[in-house]
């Protein structure tokens, strides 16, 4: 029978004395990440290593400091690293819906703006005054008084040559006409003209035809000399306002030959304020059509040659490093607003605004991966620009309106960035196994583990770790008691006696909760006790439904027998896990056999509340019933197992054991200690494996023996490969001490059979028996008298059938 642990195998302590410190006031601040060394050299890899598709997927388990460890990182690594270039959209002449991109070297985008600015000053103070000149005014007035002494010139020579001939120019409502007139110079009436003889008609007829049509083409000769005038006029103002303009612009294009597309873009504008010289004229407010509707002033606007600067790297030290708290889409790849005016929504390229990307061009951004995919377009978007390199700013939503409307389209800019996603492991293998696209673009995978090995050196950093915290925060140190005793949690939490849990943001909550109860007590250190205190009190706040369940059982509501000896029944430890806090808790396991063929029949599975795990582990009984006792001929019998008082589901093998010993019990007639509760997986051939939450089952188990109160018979049989996992409270390492309480280790099933029945398994003989009175000899003997009262059945059956064929003869 194996022997009981002592109590020094329930739980490793830290000795306080391994630290040389009083207070951690005495060591120094902490720098960087506590291990993590894979997941640190996964991240250096995929920061330095410049590849397409070389984006980084961070991954591990919340509160293991995954994104504290990749700003720390990034940030550093960013300073060393050039400053990309500043960006800004301006406007294009050639197609005003597509805005151009520009880029400038660091700070010189905000110059650009100003200059720009200034220069449209310039010109709004300069054009007007050259256009009030008495220069200007001279040659303007020269041209017109030209153009009017030819146009006036041509008449008179028509003029003339109509009164010769008994004509004259007249006006009228259809324009200028030739008519005959008398020689009092009066104009010949219709009677008077046909009073006239049929010869001096025609002859008049024809003279007025020649003289119109000459007139006609005076008319054209004159209406293309105003034609020549408007653009002679034209080029005066144009050649005018390029003395004032041209020399301005070609400053601009001097400053900045380093950009083509500066040059280009200050030609264009240069050509577009020509075209539009009215603009920097001196407005007249001209009167209203209606007297009582005035309309408001509308002043000529110059937002053309504005510089809208999408990205100022002025005062960046370093590559930019932007982290992106909430990715929608419009702020991860920017926007562009609209303003209302008479109620209409207008926009132009000066309200294009930035978005994440844009401000870590040339840099990284760091994005947590389920708001990501929380935010709809934001996760395809970003695939697409990275994919293409390059950042476009888009309407998402114009493809979805009912109605299209025009907006903008600005050029897209080069995206060169090292995207970087944190987020869980299930996210992590979602996206790789279900998107291909993703395996393209973040093939560097950082994983974080959620715990380390527990040797002096990671205690220390435990202790560097506390330090820091209590500095940062400006909470109570801790005294070497406290330290030893946060490590001590570190091991609770990896449920592992030489494994640290590197959870940092729960050691970091017990660090905080420990220097408030420390404050409390009026203590000017946190000691052991007030680490302790923070625990207590954190389960006291969580452990209501525990407290519940366990009532029920002490009212006899759930039904749990902790003394005495039944058959087919034992005590099986389960886990419930609220999220914020589990807890053991004892279920009665019960098994009954009868003469059949059914062969195991696991009643939750019937019900469907089984899981398949829990399923999978009904087989493994069955077959090792099989291969244990039907070696020589093959079993009979029909069983039932069922966990009572379960209204949920059923998942996990940890009860393979209990059902084992119910089943057994059941069938050899064996009785169960009680006062025992079993957890424990098991394989075909009866070797126990270890499970999951062994600390919280033997707590459960404990607390309810010790509600009810300990007569020194009660314990626990758990697996032996689960001796390394245990982490157990004071009360159960004392009452273990104190003789009270007992836990069983265990590694084959048949030694958990002896511990809760008092009787020895029984080894098979060379003659194929065991020996007499042994659990196994019983059972092998039940099992007999079950087939043959199977077989003696199965003889009345077939006697009876003849009886019936001979009465049919």
């Given amino acids: 029978m194996p022997e009981k642990l002592t109590f020094d195998k329930l739980y490793k302590r830290c000795d306080p004395e391994i630290f040389t410190f009083k207070t951690t006031d005495d060591l120094p601040a902490f720098a960087g990440t506590i291990v993590q060394e894979r997941a640190l050299g996964a991240i250096d890899f995929g920061l330095s290593f410049d590849s397409t598709g070389f984006n980084i997927f961070i991954l591990g388990e919340s509160g293991t400091g995954k994104m504290a460890t990749v700003r720390s990182i990034v940030t550093e690594k960013a300073l060393n690293e050039p400053v990309p270039q500043d960006w800004c959209y301006v406007y294009n002449v050639q197609d005003p819906d597509i805005p151009l991109a520009i880029s400038l070297d660091p700070g010189s985008a905000i110059v650009f703006q100003k200059d720009m600015e200034e220069l449209v000053k310039i010109l709004r103070d300069e054009i007007p005054k050259v256009f009030e000149s008495k220069e200007y005014e001279k040659q303007k007035n020269r041209t017109i008084e030209e153009a009017q002494k030819k146009q006036k010139d041509i008449f008179a020579s028509l003029e003339e040559e109509a009164q010769e001939k008994g004509f004259s120019v007249r006006k009228s409502v259809s324009g200028l006409i030739i008519i005959p007139v008398k020689k009092t110079g009066e104009p ?151 303003k209302v005016q008479y109620g209409i929504a207008i926009t132009d390229f000066s309200m294009i605004k930035a978005g994440s990307l844009h401000k870590a061009n040339g840099g990284y951004i760091v994005i947590d991966a389920l708001d990501l995919l929380r935010n709809i377009f934001s996760y395809d978007a970003l695939k697409r620009s990275i994919r293409n390199k390059e950042v476009k700013i888009e309407d998402v939503w114009e493809q979805y309106r009912l109605i299209s409307t025009t907006t903008l389209k600005p050029e897209a800019m080069p995206l060169d960035v090292k995207v970087i996603l944190v987020g869980n492991p299930f996210l992590y293998y979602l996206l790789y196994n279900l998107d291909e696209e993703y395996r393209e673009l973040f093939k560097v995978k950082a994983d974080f583990d959620n715990r380390m090995e527990r040797t002096d050196e990671n205690i220390h950093r435990y202790a560097s770790f506390i330090a820091t915290r209590c500095k940062e925060e400006k909470i109570l140190p801790f005294d070497r008691t406290g330290v030893a005793k946060v490590v001590e949690v570190g091991s609770r939490l990896a449920e592992h006696q030489n494994k640290l849990s590197t959870k940092f943001s729960d050691i970091a909550d017990i660090i905080r909760e420990a220097s408030y109860w420390a404050s409390r007590a009026e203590s000017s250190v946190v000691r052991e006790g007030h680490v302790q205190k923070a625990i207590d009190e954190r389960i006291y706040r969580t452990n209501r439904i525990e407290e519940r369940l366990r009532e029920m059982v002490l009212e006899g509501t759930i039904i749990v027998d902790i003394s005495g000896e039944k058959m087919g029944q034992v005590n099986g430890l389960a886990v419930i896990d609220l999220g914020d806090y589990s807890f053991g808790k004892p279920s009665r396991i019960t098994a009954r056999t009868y003469v059949g063929k059914a062969g195991v029949v696991n009643i939750e599975r019937e019900t469907k509340m089984s899981g398949k795990i829990h399923e999978k582990a009904t087989l493994i009984i069955t077959n090792y019933l099989g291969s244990k006792y039907a070696t020589q001929k093959p079993i009979s019998l029909s069983a039932s197992i069922t966990f009572e008082q379960l209204y949920d589901m059923v998942e996990g093998d940890s009860a393979t054991c209990a059902e084992l010993y119910a089943l057994l019990s059941s069938i050899g007639g064996i009785p169960l200690k009680q006062n025992i509760a079993v957890t424990g997986s098991m394989d075909q051939n009866g070797d126990v494996q270890p499970v999951g939450g062994i600390n919280e089952k033997i707590e459960g188990f404990f607390d309810l023996c010790k509600s009810i109160g300990f007569d020194g018979s009660h314990g626990v049989i758990i697996p032996m490969r689960n001796m390394k996992n245990l982490m157990l409270k004071k009360d159960v390492v004392e009452a273990v001490k104190e003789g009270k309480f007992s836990i069983y280790p265990i590694q084959k099933a048949e030694e958990g059979m002896e511990i809760i029945t008092g009787i020895e398994a029984g080894d098979l003989s060379g003659d194929g028996t065991y020996p007499e009175g042994t659990v196994n000899c019983l059972v092998v003997k039940r099992l007999a008298e079950i087939a043959e009262a199977l077989e003696k059945k199965k003889e009345e059956e077939k006697e009876e059938e003849k009886k019936e064929k001979d009465k049919d003869k």
Avoid: W
């Avoid at 009073?195 to 024809?206: G, M, Q, V």
């Avoid at 002679?232 to 380093?258: M, P, T, W």
């Fill in 188 to 338: 010949l009436t219709e009677e008077e003209y046909g009073a006239l003889d049929e010869k001096t008609r025609e002859k008049i007829d024809e003279i007025g035809r020649v003289l119109q049509e000459k007139l006609n083409d005076i008319v054209r000769v004159v209406r293309e000399g105003e034609k020549t005038v408007k653009e002679a006029l034209a080029r005066l103002e144009k050649e005018a306002a390029l003395s004032a303009v041209g020399h301005l612009i070609d400053e601009l294009k001097n400053k900045y030959k380093e950009y083509e597309k500066i040059i280009t873009y200050l030609e264009n504008a240069k050509d577009d304020i020509l075209e539009h010289l009215d603009d920097f004229k001196v407005q007249e407010e001209q009167a209203p059509a209606l007297p009582f509707m005035k309309l408001p002033k509308t002043e000529p606007t110059f937002g053309r040659y504005k510089v809208n600067v999408l990205v100022n790297n002025k005062d960046c030290k370093g590559a930019p490093c932007i982290f992106e708290s909430n990715p929608t889409y419009y702020n991860l790849f920017g926007r562009i607003e609209h």
